[in-house]
């Protein structure tokens, strides 16, 4: 005799079915903390060259900044050196203040320093002079001792842009040259040379 399944009991084995797959676990989505970071943004001019350089890109940034940064020129540097005072004398005569160049301030002092106990020398060969004269950046004033000027005769040379000093001296007839400061090139100006080559070329004896 073959065996009749109850309708109640296929419907009971179907909803067991049911309820064990609602029950498998379904695999999670993944699940973003917070909005989708943006595209970070194209380097701009002049970014390229340190890309990637981690540390060490500010540096290099720094040091491309200080080679495109423009340097000074030779008049700057002679505005800002201590001799630049002496840009309002020129045209002008020593004995033309109430106090000489010569003898007081900035070029005084140097003068003093560089000549030691010949300065007062240069003083008395500087009786007679001409103006201080600008001549290529520079500034130079020529001088002779009155009745003398044969034997007793100097020249300033003054480059502010390197703070220098030159001085050409005669006296008693033999030349002596001093330099502050030491190994820098200060090219005698036209008329000094002429003043020199006089002196060269007069008779001896």
């Excluded at 820098?184 to 007069?202: C, E, I, K, R």
Aim: proline residues 9%; glycine residues 10%; negative net charge.
């Amino acid at each position: 005799m073959k065996r009749m399944f109850n309708p109640w009991h296929t419907l009971a084995v179907l909803a067991v079915a049911t309820t064990l797959a609602a029950c498998e676990p379904s695999v999670p989505s993944p699940k973003l903390d917070g909005p989708a970071p943006a595209p970070a943004p194209a380097a701009g001019p002049g970014t390229e060259a340190v890309h990637g350089l981690g540390a060490d890109a500010a540096t290099v940034a720094a040091s491309v900044a200080k080679a495109d940064a423009p340097h000074g020129d030779g008049a700057t540097q002679a505005a800002a050196s201590p001799l630049a005072e002496l840009r309002s004398y020129v045209g002008t005569y020593p004995s033309d203040s109430n106090v000489s160049f010569l003898e007081q301030g900035v070029l005084a002092e140097r003068l003093k320093q560089l000549l030691g106990k010949d300065y007062p020398t240069l003083l008395a060969n500087m009786r007679t002079v001409g103006p201080l004269t600008e001549d290529r950046g520079r500034w130079f004033i020529t001088g002779n001792r009155p009745h003398e000027g044969g034997s007793e005769a100097a020249a300033i040379v003054v480059d502010a842009a390197q703070n220098a000093v030159r001085v050409w001296m005669l006296h008693e007839g033999a030349t002596r040259e001093f330099l502050d400061p030491q190994g820098v090139s200060v090219p005698w100006p036209q008329d000094v040379q002429t003043l020199m080559g006089n002196h060269a070329a007069a008779p001896k004896g």
